[in-house]
């Protein structure tokens, strides 16, 4: 069994950016639609992004409004979530993870979807 570790959340100023990065170990994500998601305090895990396996197509939720791009490096084994313009309501932790189904162009994900799972990393935006 492998795992994936997010990195890169921590503290930022509103209207600042952050490069999120999911590293897998003993999984090779290639095989993979990447996926992120986020859960605010109290409110449900929400979909953000998603990446096909060869990270040709990209998916966004509607609520990012173009602020976040998805992004992966098969061979380093790595997939990234880069956000820009950061609102306090965007503090979260954020997860990566692997859906192992063929990939469709969608722009809805359920996490009920996905198998495999980060432990997430915490970003939060101060006003």
């Known amino acids: 069994q492998g795992h994936m570790v997010e990195s890169g959340g921590g503290l930022v100023q509103a209207g600042g950016s952050l490069r999120l990065a999911c590293a897998a170990s003993?999984?090779?994500?290639?095989?993979?639609?990447m996926g992120w998601f986020r859960q605010a305090p109290g409110r449900d895990r929400e979909f953000v992004a998603a990446i096909s396996p060869d990270g040709f197509s990209t998916n966004y939720a509607d609520s990012m409004n173009g602020r976040c791009t998805i992004s992966r490096d098969n061979p380093k084994n790595t997939v990234y979530l880069r956000m820009n313009s950061l609102a306090p309501e965007d503090t979260a932790v954020y997860y990566c993870?692997?859906?192992?189904?063929?990939?469709?162009?969608?722009?809805?994900?359920?996490?009920?979807?996905?198998?495999?799972w980060g432990q997430g990393t915490q970003v939060t935006v101060s006003s």
């Open positions: 003993g999984r090779t994500l290639s095989f993979y639609t």
């Open positions: 993870a692997a859906y192992a189904q063929p990939y469709v162009w969608r722009n809805r994900w359920g996490e009920e979807e996905f198998d495999f």
